[in-house]
């Protein structure tokens, strides 16, 4: 069972290019989550999608950052006209979105963004 | 404001010796969950703990909740290199899940 997957594992954009990362979650999961982490720093959230819906997109910033989980394929998280503040790690994690249940998060490996 | 504070937010000790780390906060959660997340990595779950005063053993880690699901401590008995990361809390509560910013923790060999 493969876990979850992010691609690119490393991107660098020019100030003003945009941003496409992908993530695929764990077989089986219907719940998405992005979070961004600056070095030495924990997880900051920023938004919470289930298939073709946003749950929680309070921790996004209200302009240039978007995210989608289509029916099909993978979730992406979008940043455009990208400046240096977007250099980050940005993390997405899984659940089965259990009813009711304990919601374990499981990660992907990351993906470094850094803006030139 | 934090809801997850985790203590201390940085430690550095010898092998063979024994710590504990602390996440603490004023709301109840209905699960608390450990991660570890090495330099260049995802976060790793270690373990969930759901009910008050649970006690969780994973190898020379214990994990603890609290009686009121508030508060959660992580020990590790004879610390070893390997250890070493960043050890984060996340609360569940509702449909979200909150982290601390984590414990930075470095075993010398």
């Known amino acids: 069972n493969a876990g979850v997957m992010q691609n690119p594992r490393h991107l660098v954009r020019r100030r003003g290019q945009e941003a496409r990362l992908r993530c695929s979650p764990m077989?089986?999961?219907?719940?998405v989550y992005w979070y961004r982490q600056l070095p030495e720093e924990g997880l900051k959230f920023m938004v919470y999608?289930?298939?073709?819906?946003?749950?929680?997109e309070s921790g996004m910033p209200k302009e240039r950052f978007s995210a989608e989980f289509p029916k099909e394929g993978p979730s992406i998280l979008r940043i455009q006209q990208v400046v240096r503040g977007d250099s980050a790690a940005y993390f997405c994690?899984?659940?089965?979105?259990?009813?009711?249940?304990?919601?374990?998060?499981?990660f992907g490996p990351g993906t470094r963004l850094t803006v030139l | 404001t934090q809801l997850l504070e985790q203590s201390p937010q940085f430690l550095s000790i010898q092998e063979g010796e024994n710590l504990t780390v602390y996440c603490n906060s004023s709301?109840?959660?209905?699960?608390l969950q450990w991660y570890r997340q090495e330099p260049g990595e995802g976060p790793v779950l270690l373990v969930t703990?759901?009910?008050?005063?649970e006690v969780k053993k994973l190898k020379r880690l214990t994990f603890q909740f609290g009686d009121a699901r508030k508060d959660s401590s992580l020990h590790i008995t004879a610390a070893q290199p390997g250890d070493t990361g960043l050890y984060l809390c996340?609360?569940?509560?509702?449909?979200?899940?909150?982290f601390g910013k984590g414990t930075r923790l470095h075993i010398l060999p």
């Open positions: 703990v759901v009910t008050g005063g």
């Open positions: 994690a899984s659940s089965p979105g259990l009813a009711g249940g304990m919601n374990e998060q499981f």
């Open positions: 996340a609360g569940a509560r509702d449909d979200k899940i909150i």
């Open positions: 709301s109840v959660f209905s699960s």
């Open positions: 999608l289930q298939k073709e819906n946003i749950i929680d």
């Open positions: 077989k089986g999961h219907s719940h």
